[in-house]
C-alpha cells in the first residue's frame, strides 16, 4: 500500500512539470510585452524604446525562453511567485494568500450545500422512481444544467434580493452574503450529482447481492442504506474528487457577479491590468489543484474499495 | 399436514409499455415435506420467475396471479413486509451466481450476522457463535478467518457453501435452490450436490431444485416438473419422466442429454482403447 501511494505520487510528477510549462507558454503568448505593461501600469511617463529594454533586462525577459522558464519553476518552488505588477509594493503570494480564503469559504459552503442537498433527493428519488417527487426533479435537472452559472445568479439576484429584499446582492461579511453565490455555484454540481447518485442507485438495484439480499428478508431500509447507497457512493468518491478544485475554480465567475472578494475577482482584474505574474500563478494553482485531488481521491477510492486494495497491497 | 407448499394456477404477465407479456401460465404443483421437486428447462423457460414470483421478489412491473398457499398461507398477495419475514427464515433461497451475491463491499461476516439480525433476536455472540457453526457445517476451513474476508477473496465454491449454510441455518421449511450447480466448476459442483443430498436426508426439508442439468435432477428429484416457454411441459416422477415423458419437448430434452452421454462414454472407452 505504501509503495502504491508512492508510487501514484512520484507519477503525478511529470504531469505538474507538463502543467506548469504549459501554463508559461500560454502566458508568454499573449501578445502584449510585459516590460510596456509593467511600465504602463507603474505610469512611467514616456515610455521609450530603451526604458523597455532597460526594463525587460532588469526583469529578465531577455534571457532565452528555457531559462526564463527554469527561473520560475526553481522560484516556485521556494514559494516565490514575484511581484505583482499593479502593486509593485505586494506580493503575488502575499495577493493569491489574501484573497484564497473567500474563495474556500465559498467553495467549502458550495461543496456542503451540494452534498446535503444531492445526496438524500438522489437517494429518494432512485427509491421513488418516476413518482411526482422524481418527475419534478428531473424537470429541475434539466433546467439548470441548461442555464449557466452566471445567468442563474443575475435571476436569483433580482429574485430574492431585488423583489424581495430577502438577501444582500454582493460584497461579503455576514453568512447572508454567502447564501446566493454559494448556491449559485452549486446549483450545477447539485443536479450533477442528483443525477450521479439516482442512476447509480437504480444500477446498484439491478445486481445480484440485492437480490439476494432481499432473498435473506434483510429490511428494506437496510438494503438500500447499507449496501445499495455505500456501494453507489464508492463510484461518486473520484467524481467529489474532481468537483472540489472545480469548485474553487468555477466560483471565478460567480464572485465576479456577486463581487465576492475571493480568488475568482482577482483573476478577471489581474486579465484586466495585464498582471501576468498574477494570472501565471492562479493558473498554475488551479493545475496543481486538479491534479493533487485528483491523486488523493484516486488513492482514498483505492483504500476504500476491498478489491482495489488487495491488488494494489 | 405432510404439504409444504402448494401451487394452483400461478401465472406472471409482464407490462412493457401497453403490451402484455405472458411469462409464466398456470404453473401447478406441490411440495412434501421430505421431498424434493426438481424443476427443469432451458434457460428463458421461466425456472426463476417460478421461485421469484411465490416470494414476492419481482418489482411492481410484473403482475403475478394464482395461488401459492405456504403452510396454510396464501403468499400470492401477501404484503412485502410479511413476504420479507418469510423469506430467508420460513423459505430459504439459494441463488445461481455466488460471486455476484455478495455485497462486494462488506465483510462476509457481516452479511451472515445481518441475516440473523432480520430474523431472530440473538445476542452478539450467540450470532457468532451460529456464524461460525454454519461455516464449519459447510466444511469451511478458518471460519474465523473466512468471516474478515470481502466476497473477491473466496472462490465461487465456497461463496455457494455459504449461501447453502445460510440458508439452512435458520432451519427453513423449504429450501429453494435455483440452478445452484451451474456457475461453478466441476469438482465443486459434485460436491454441492452432495452438500444438498445431505441436506434432504438430515433435515427432512422440503426442497424445490431448479436446474437445466438433466443429471442433477436425477440425483435428488423425486418429482420433475418440465417447463417449456413458461408452460409446465410434462410432470410426473423421476423416473416416469425419464423414461415415458409424454411430451415431445421433455423427450428431447432426455435424447440430448442421452445422446451427449453415449458419445461421453464412446470417448471414454476410445481414449482406453487408445492406450491399452
Ligand atoms: N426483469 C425481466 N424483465 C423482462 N423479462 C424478464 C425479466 N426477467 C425474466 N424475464 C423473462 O422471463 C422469462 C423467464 O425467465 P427466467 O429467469 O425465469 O428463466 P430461467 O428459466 O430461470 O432461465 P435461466 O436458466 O437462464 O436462469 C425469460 O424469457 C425472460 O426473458
Ligand atoms: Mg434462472
Known amino acids: 500500500m505504501r509503495n502504491y501511494i508512492i508510487k501514484r505520487v512520484l507519477g503525478a510528477i511529470p504531469l505538474l512539470i507538463c502543467i506548469s510549462f504549459l501554463c508559461f507558454v500560454f502566458i508568454n503568448l499573449i501578445p502584449s510585452d510585459p516590460a510596456e505593461v509593467a511600465l504602463r501600469v507603474s505610469q512611467v511617463p514616456v515610455i521609450t524604446e530603451e526604458i523597455i529594454a532597460e526594463t525587460r533586462a532588469a526583469m529578465g525577459l531577455d534571457k532565452p525562453y528555457l531559462v526564463r522558464y527554469l527561473d520560475w519553476v526553481i522560484n516556485c518552488l521556494h514559494l516565490d511567485f514575484g511581484i505583482s505588477y499593479t502593486n509593485p509594493d505586494r506580493t503575488v503570494g502575499g495577493e493569491l494568500l489574501r484573497c484564497l480564503p473567500a474563495t474556500l469559504v465559498l467553495a467549502g459552503a458550495s461543496l456542503v450545500l451540494v452534498i446535503f442537498l444531492s445526496l438524500p433527493i438522489g437517494f429518494f428519488c432512485a427509491v421513488y422512481k418516476d413518482s411526482w417527487f422524481d418527475r419534478i426533479t428531473r424537470g429541475f435537472i434539466f433546467m439548470t444544467t441548461a442555464m449557466p452559472a452566471y445567468w442563474v445568479g443575475l435571476l436569483l439576484m433580482w429574485l430574492v434580493s431585488i423583489k424581495f429584499d430577502l438577501l444582500p446582492t454582493s460584497g461579503n461579511g455576514s453568512w447572508k452574503h454567502l447564501i446566493l453565490p454559494a448556491f449559485t455555484v452549486s446549483l450545477t454540481y447539485i443536479s450533477t450529482y442528483i443525477r450521479l447518485i439516482r442512476n447509480n442507485m437504480l444500477e446498484n438495484m439491478k445486481e445480484d447481492y440485492v437480490l439476494y439480499a432481499n432473498v435473506r428478508g434483510l429490511p428494506q431500509k437496510s438494503i438500500l442504506v447499507k449496501h445499495i447507497l455505500k456501494n453507489s457512493l464508492h463510484t461518486c468518491i473520484v467524481a467529489v474528487g474532481m468537483s472540489i478544485p472545480q469548485l474553487i475554480a468555477g466560483t471565478i465567475v460567480v464572485e465576479n457577479v456577486f463581487a465576492w472578494p475571493g480568488l475568482g475577482t482577482l483573476c478577471i482584474t489581474s486579465i484586466f491590468n495585464r498582471d501576468y505574474p498574477v494570472i501565471q500563478t492562479y493558473v498554475l494553482l488551479i493545475g496543481v489543484l486538479f491534479v493533487v485531488f485528483n491523486l488523493l481521491f484516486d488513492i482514498i477510492q483505492t483504500i476504500a474499495d476491498p478489491r482495489l486494495k488487495n491488488e494494489v497491497s | ?276
Open chain 2, 1 to 276: 399436514m405432510n404439504t409444504v407448499l402448494e401451487v394452483k394456477d400461478l401465472s406472471v404477465a409482464l407490462k412493457v409499455g401497453n403490451n402484455t407479456k405472458q411469462i409464466l401460465s398456470n404453473i401447478d404443483f406441490t411440495v412434501d415435506k421430505g421431498q424434493c421437486l426438481g424443476i427443469l428447462g432451458q434457460s428463458g423457460s421461466g425456472k426463476s420467475m417460478t421461485a421469484k414470483s411465490m416470494l414476492g421478489l419481482l418489482d411492481r412491473n410484473f403482475t403475478v396471479t394464482g395461488s401459492a398457499v405456504y403452510k396454510e398461507k396464501e403468499l400470492i398477495g401477501e404484503s412485502k413486509e410479511s413476504l420479507r419475514d418469510i423469506r430467508g427464515k420460513e423459505i430459504a433461497m439459494v441463488l445461481q451466481n455466488p460471486m455476484t451475491c455478495f455485497d462486494p463491499l462488506c465483510r462476509i461476516g457481516s452479511q451472515i450476522l445481518e441475516t440473523f439480525q432480520a430474523h431472530t433476536d440473538w445476542d452478539a455472540s450467540k450470532q457468532q457463535a451460529k456464524a461460525l457453526e454454519l461455516l464449519e457445517r459447510m466444511r469451511i476451513h478458518d471460519p474465523l478467518e473466512v468471516m474478515e474476508k470481502h466476497p473477491h477473496q473466496l472462490s465461487g465454491g465456497m461463496l455457494q457453501r455459504i449461501m447453502i449454510g445460510i440458508a439452512m441455518i435458520m432451519e427453513p421449511s423449504l429450501l429453494i435452490a435455483d440452478e445452484p450447480t451451474t456457475a461453478i466448476d466441476a469438482i465443486n459442483q459434485y460436491s454441492i450436490m452432495e452438500e444438498f443430498k445431505n441436506i434432504k436426508n438430515e433435515y427432512n426439508t422440503a426442497m424445490i431444485f431448479i436446474t437445466h442439468d438433466l443429471g442433477a435432477i436425477a440425483k435428488i428429484a423425486d418429482e420433475v416438473l418440465v417447463l417449456n416457454q413458461g408452460r409446465i411441459a410434462d410432470k410426473g416422477s423421476l423416473h416416469g419422466i425419464l423414461h415415458h415423458a409424454a411430451d415431445p419437448y421433455t423427450r428431447l430434452l432426455i435424447e440430448k442429454r442421452a445422446a451427449v452421454m453415449e458419445r461421453y462414454h464412446n470417448a471414454l472407452y476410445k481414449e482406453k482403447l487408445r492406450y491399452a
